[in-house]
């Protein structure tokens, strides 16, 4: 988590403690902590599709933390 708040490996990123804790209390949850395969699945066609739109420049692969 302190890679997200440090300057010299996010510059295009600026996020504070707060904005990190207050995103992490909306986002992440006991959902997110225990995602089964197909959401991981489908977090991955997501990203695919956004790609072949054009709306994201390079594939991206979501990694987990399981």
Request: aromatic fraction near 6%; charged fraction near 30%.
């Amino acid at each position: 988590m302190r890679a997200l708040l440090d300057d010299e490996s996010r510059g295009d990123v600026r996020l504070t403690t707060a904005m990190l804790d207050r995103y992490l209390g909306m986002y992440a949850n006991v959902d997110t902590l225990d995602a089964p395969a197909d959401v991981c699945q489908a977090v991955d066609v997501l990203f695919e599709r956004a790609h072949e739109a054009g709306l994201l420049p390079d594939r991206v692969r979501a990694e987990f933390a399981l």
